[in-house]
């Protein structure tokens, strides 16, 4: 017997299947047509949920981004203490990301307006309520930071860049590394004694170098 699908379901499989064709042959060549076969629907049926391609990745790149701001709440709620918080949201928002590459390249690749649109409204949000966060942790002594939106803004963007230029560079990405850096980053930042990451196997710190004074 065949089950029908409600609307939430059906958008759902719509917006699985465009992710894939995407994937598999670019934003830029996929069509209408292919998504709606991989999904297994009448063309029709696609418009009754997106006006377009580009919507579908709207919606995709704004399904992504409830997620990374439903992680930040959950974290910032959960949080008893303040620096092992930070350090358990900027991990989290760091997996979201990296479990993302495909949608992140696909949407900057194209450079969909109605997608970028989501994409900074989306950083506003998170921005926020790390900046609530860090002004809170501010007022009660545990961080030491003149303007903390100020501060979670440029750390957000620091690291928005950076992933960035990794991703699109399509290299493989140590995680654990760029995840030690970033909190050693935010620790300095914050106000706090250097953040302390775990090196990598085999990794030599180059040895100080002398100062030297003119003479």
């Known amino acids: 017997m065949r089950v029908s699908k409600n609307a939430e379901d059906r958008r759902a499989v719509i917006l699985e299947a465009g992710m894939a064709v995407c994937k598999t042959i670019g934003f830029a060549d996929a069509k209408v047509s292919d998504i709606t076969k991989a999904a297994g629907i009448a063309k029709g049926t696609f418009y009754l949920y997106f006006d377009s391609k580009a919507h ?36 989290a928002l760091l997996d979201q990301a990296l479990s993302n590459t495909d949608l992140h ?26 900046a609530s966060f860090i002004t809170r942790g501010t007022c009660a002594g545990a961080f030491r930071v003149a303007r903390p939106s100020w501060t979670c803004r ?16 399509g290299a493989p990405i140590d995680a654990q590394e760029l995840k030690g850096s970033f909190l050693e980053l935010a620790h300095r930042a914050l106000g706090a004694p ?22």
């Open 154 to 169: 440029m750390l957000y963007r620091a690291a928005d860049s950076l992933l960035h230029e990794l991703i699109l560079a």
């Open 105 to 130: 390249r696909i949407v900057y690749g194209t450079a969909n307006a109605h997608a970028l649109d989501i994409c900074r409204a989306a950083d506003e949000r998170v921005i926020d309520l790390m």
């Open 56 to 91: 579908m990745l709207g919606a995709l790149w704004e399904r992504y981004v409830d997620t990374v701001v439903v992680t930040a709440e959950g974290v910032l709620r959960e949080g008893d203490t303040w620096w092992p918080t930070v350090d358990r949201l900027l991990s």
């Open 194 to 215: 250097p953040y302390v990451h775990p090196q990598p196997k085999g990794f030599r710190a180059c040895p100080p170098t002398p100062c030297r004074t003119s003479t």
